[in-house]
């Protein structure tokens, strides 16, 4: 579904990712762990092209993302993308920040739109919020109000960047719980992450990054079981 | 007490001279009106510029945007870096010295100084706005504009209008430059009256207190707009 080659990014003279190659195949739940400047993000920013990489190759569904002939607007409509800092739009409502795409690209009218936000807004139980302004929630309600923003442009995949490492711990439960259903709805996901205990549950398969590059992936079962690499060994032994 | 009283009465009834005040005011707002609007367009416009500039995606480089860019920063570093006493100067006597319209060179003059400043305002306003706002528009798929226009720009709007409001409120005061062109402002009108009666007390405290009034009457009004803009972060 996602395919990507030899994907380096440098950011002035500092390089981040140093040769990732990976396909991400479809309704596979990848979540990505590592230490912090691994490039972890980057890489997850990349798949979108919110980071341009420095050399390399990004195909989705056999459209090629760093090819600057690609409308990567349109692209972009069918993936979702989910923040540490949710970045609700602050100026708009609950309603109209999950409407606001979905009109002005003419995918839905208003009334659809709408109907449709309010039915999302359901599933995670925040309908009363509709017409609240984000600095009125509470962060775990504008992650899950983000979550289903997102799901309005109806993604074929959503990318998650660290989506609960901003959060109150008591607020992480119910974030995780709407990515759960999400993930037994089918969806392909991509998460970067540091709630182990989530991504063993719910990952299909778990990338550990390390200086730019994958050093080791496999299933939960064997990665957080047995791992290999002594550098995922040490820094599983430090987090969980 | 009665020189005072014949002070007074020289300084602003004696041959109607409370007239010459009026119209004084009257140029005053005049200039200051135009200027800030020129100096808006000009300022939007620079501002629209440097931003887009400086937002080009990585590895990207228009030569024309470059071009439009360079010219825009010298353009508010020469304004900026200059005295707007001397920018009059040179303007009345050397650019346009063929012209006796000193209040249309007065304009001219305050609103490119004003654009200088509004820019820098602007384009404040605007990085001011968390990144993650412009990334989560990006990420839904809407284009620069759009994600500009309903997401970004509302909110630098909020940021940028106290310090246009003090813009506004020093650029009156500054409109009382004007006199060394010989443009017959509030200030040249408490002038010229001191010339002719040798009262000076009377004529210059009191164009100070009418200064005072019009910028606390324009601060009021900013003030209204604030709390109009503020109705969105109710919490």
Redesign the interface.
């Known amino acids: 579904m996602i395919d990507v080659k030899d994907l380096h990014k440098s950011f002035d003279n500092n390089e981040v990712l140093r040769g990732i190659t990976e396909h991400i195949y479809p309704g596979e739940k990848v979540v990505v762990i590592g230490p912090s400047g691994s490039g972890k993000s980057t890489f997850l920013r990349c798949l979108n092209m919110l980071e341009t990489p420095t050399s390399g190759e990004i195909t989705f569904k056999g459209v090629s993302m760093t090819d600057p002939a690609t409308d990567i607007n349109k692209m972009r409509q069918r993936m979702g993308m989910v923040f540490q800092h949710f970045n609700l739009f602050n100026n708009l409502n609950i309603l109209d920040n999950m409407t606001l795409a979905p009109i002005q690209l003419k995918l839905r009218t208003k009334k659809e739109a709408e109907e449709e936000a309010m039915e999302l807004l359901g599933r995670v139980n925040l309908q009363d919020k509709a017409q609240a302004y984000p600095s009125q929630l509470s962060g775990g309600q504008k992650q899950r109000i983000a979550i289903v923003r997102s799901l309005a442009m109806h993604p074929e995949v959503m990318l998650f960047d660290e989506p609960t490492s901003a959060l109150d711990p008591e607020m992480v439960g119910e974030v995780l719980d709407v990515m759960r259903r999400l993930a037994d709805d089918g969806m392909t996901m991509v998460l970067v992450t540091h709630e182990m205990g989530f991504a063993r549950e719910v990952g299909s398969r778990i990338l550990f990054m390390d200086e730019g590059k994958i050093t080791e992936q496999g299933t939960p079962r064997e990665l957080f079981g047995n791992p290999r690499n002594p550098r995922t060994q040490d820094f599983l032994s430090k987090v969980l | 007490m009665d020189k005072l009283k014949a002070g007074f009465h020289q300084s602003f009834i004696e041959g109607d001279r409370w007239l010459m005040y009026v119209k004084g005011i009257g140029v005053t707002l005049e200039v200051a009106a135009v200027a800030l609007l020129l100096g808006i367009v000009l300022g939007v416009l620079v501002a629209v510029v440097r931003t887009l500039h400086d937002q080009q ?3 990207v480089h228009n030569p024309v945007l470059g071009l439009v860019n360079q010219i825009a920063k010298i353009y508010t570093t020469v304004i900026r870096g200059t005295p707007l006493m001397v920018q009059l100067l040179i303007m009345y006597f050397v650019i346009f010295s063929n012209t006796r319209n000193a209040v249309g060179v007065a304009m001219l003059t305050f609103g490119i100084n004003s654009g200088a400043y509004v820019a820098e305002i602007i384009r404040g306003g605007i990085m001011s706005v ?1 990144k ?2 412009m ?9 620069y504009t ?1 994600a500009m226009r ?2 970004v720009i ?2 630098a709007i ?1 940021n940028i209008l106290p310090a246009l409001g003090n813009e506004l409120i020093a650029l009156l005061k500054d409109t009382s430059l004007v006199t060394v062109i010989g443009v017959r402002d509030l200030t040249k009108a408490a002038q010229l009256i001191q010339g002719k009666t040798y009262q000076a007390l009377f004529p210059f405290v009191g164009i100070a207190i009418v200064y005072l009034l019009l910028v606390m009457l324009i601060a009021a009004l900013i003030g209204i707009v604030e709390r109009r803009l503020a109705a ?4």
């Open positions: 995606r990585q590895g968390d993650g706002q990334e989560a528009a990006r990420s839904l798929g809407l284009s759009p309903f997401v509302p909110q909020k969105s972060d109710r919490r």
